[in-house]
Structure formats: structure tokens, C-alpha cells
């Protein structure tokens, strides 16, 4: 079974800074993988995908990268502002037939002013 | 091009009772899946619909069900409710089978069972 865990669940930075949040998943036979951001009583956007034969993707100041033999994907954001402040989550397609994503349990990031 | 629509966007029942959640897909969608999020369990697949037909059920009791329209649009069903049931229902959608594509999710419809 497909599992998904994203580390850390909380992280707080200064506006302006690079940062870097993880995602690892335990099956490697994975399709594609998607990061989502949602905003707080609300539905998810979706911010990147990566096909399985791709290593990355990008979009303005994300990018995100893909590890299928070691089980694991980066969301990088640039520059970060406040209004970056979300929970970000990703999740994996888990094959042929099961037509579902697997989701991580997300990292919820504080952008401080 | 209008998003994923979901009704209604809150909903607050008793133990006991059903209810019934709708959504609509971007226009020329097929495939419609549902998603319940709880603050301890997270996001977890309910079932997915592609032209009316159900391809793929989550792992949740036979009290959830849900069907597809032939405009594509879904609703969801969930008898007997539970205060376990309080939860965020995401309806998404994608062009065919969502594979290789990127899924579109709605605002969600926030349900609480008291």
C-alpha cells in the first residue's frame, strides 16, 4: 500500500527566503506526482505535476523535483512572500486501475512579514 | 472557463440522517472523483466516476455511495450519519481518465454531524 509522508508538518520563515519542503513515498511504481496548495476552509490548487518520466517541473518561483528510485520529490519556492502562507500537500498517482491519488498529510508553511 | 462547483458549501445535520452533496465539473470533463478530509486522516479517496461508471471505490463503509450523471456531473450520498462523518467532501475532475493529468478540485463542501 502507497504511502505518503511529508516532513515537516509545520514550518515557519522570513519573507524573502529560499526554502525547500519534502515529500517521500514508499512505492516507487508511482505514474505521476502532483503538489497542491490549500488555503485555510478551502479546495486545493494545483500547482505542479511531474510525470513519472520527468525529473522536473517548473512555474515562476516554484519548482519541483522528482526521485522515483529513492521515493522522494522537493517543492522549491523562491523568494517567498506572506501570501505563500498555505498548506502545501502532495500526492502520488498510485498506478493503472486505481484512477485515485495518495496524499501526504502536507506541510503547513508561515511566511512571516 | 467556470472551476469545479460544489453545493453546498455548508451543511450541518443530526446522527442519523443522510445527505446528499453535488458536483459539477469543468465543462468537458469526464471524470469525477471524491475526496474526504478530516484533520486527523487527511485527504483519502472515497470513489471515482468516469461516463457514469464507477471505477474505483476507497475504503469506506457501503453508507457512502455516489453516482454520475450523463453531463457529468456527481453527487454522493452518505446515510445514517455519523459524528465521524464531519468532514471537508473535495469533489475534483480531469479531461479523462486523470492519470497523466492534473486533477481540479472545488471549494469543498463542510459538512458537521452533531
Known amino acids: 500500500k502507497q504511502e505518503v509522508t511529508q516532513i515537516p508538518a509545520a514550518l515557519s520563515v522570513p519573507e524573502g527566503e529560499n526554502l525547500v519542503l519534502n515529500c517521500s513515498f514508499t512505492?516507487?511504481?508511482?505514474?505521476?506526482l502532483q503538489w497542491f496548495r490549500q488555503d485555510p476552509g478551502k479546495g486545493l490548487t494545483s500547482l505542479l505535476l511531474i510525470q513519472s518520466s520527468q525529473r522536473e517541473q517548473t512555474s515562476g518561483r516554484l519548482n519541483a523535483s522528482l526521485d522515483k528510485s529513492s521515493g522522494r520529490s522537493t517543492l522549491y519556492i523562491a523568494a517567498s512572500q506572506p501570501g505563500d502562507s498555505a498548506t502545501y500537500l502532495c500526492a502520488v498517482w498510485a498506478g493503472a486501475g486505481s484512477y485515485q491519488l495518495t496524499f501526504g498529510k502536507g506541510t503547513k508553511l508561515s511566511v512571516i512579514p | 472557463k467556470a472551476g469545479v462547483t460544489q453545493t453546498p458549501r455548508y451543511l450541518i445535520k443530526t446522527r442519523g440522517q443522510q445527505v446528499t452533496l453535488s458536483c459539477s465539473p469543468i465543462s468537458g470533463h469526464r471524470s469525477v472523483s471524491w475526496y474526504q478530509q478530516t484533520p486527523g486522516q487527511g485527504l483519502q479517496f472515497l470513489f471515482e466516476y468516469f461516463s457514469e461508471t464507477q471505477r474505483n471505490k476507497g475504503n469506506f463503509p457501503g453508507r457512502f455511495s455516489g453516482r454520475q450523471f450523463s453531463n457529468s456531473r456527481s453527487e454522493m450520498n452518505v446515510s445514517t450519519l455519523e459524528l465521524g462523518d464531519s468532514a471537508l467532501y473535495l469533489c475534483?475532475?480531469?479531461?479523462?481518465?486523470?492519470?497523466?493529468?492534473?486533477?481540479?478540485f472545488g471549494s469543498g463542501t463542510q459538512l458537521s454531524v452533531l
Open positions: 475534483a475532475s480531469s479531461l479523462d481518465s486523470g492519470s497523466y493529468e492534473k486533477l481540479f
Open positions: 512505492d516507487s511504481a508511482i505514474y505521476n
